[in-house]
């Protein structure tokens, strides 16, 4: 089994900027893709950035330029550096972990880091 915890969220100014990061700890082998979604109240989950292990990032096209997602494979921990904040970013942060094995696709969440930005 993997467990992943999120930490790094907070309140934050508009303008303002945060570091999220998301360990792994547990069964840890062969984790594809890393992946930040966010829910925020009454919107559906919504993927943000991803990056697999080789490094291929994908972005929500409204964070393009202002929000980074890295890992360190050697710490099974992804991060995203979020700049630029805006109200619109307010939101609860959830960190996704996958892999396969044996042809089957296994996924794991953390339990979410909010995020709020207010004046």
């Known amino acids: 089994q993997v467990q992943l915890v999120e930490s790094g969220g907070g309140l934050v100014q508009p303008g303002g900027s945060l570091r999220l990061s998301c360990a792994a700890s547990?069964?840890?082998?062969?984790?594809?893709?890393m992946g930040w979604y966010r829910q925020a109240p009454g919107k559906q989950r919504e993927l943000v950035a991803s990056?697999?292990?080789?490094?291929?990032?994908n972005y929500l096209d409204s964070v393009k330029g202002r929000f980074t997602i890295s890992r360190d494979n050697a710490k099974n921990t992804a991060y995203l550096q979020v700049n630029s904040l805006t109200p619109e970013d307010t939101a609860v942060y959830y960190c996704?972990?996958?892999?396969?094995?044996?042809?089957?696709?296994?996924?794991?969440w953390g339990q979410g880091t909010q995020v709020t930005v207010s004046s």
């Open positions: 996704k972990m996958a892999r396969t094995i044996l042809a089957r696709e296994y996924e794991y």
């Open positions: 547990g069964s840890i082998f062969g984790i594809e893709v």
């Open positions: 990056i697999t292990r080789i490094g291929t990032t």
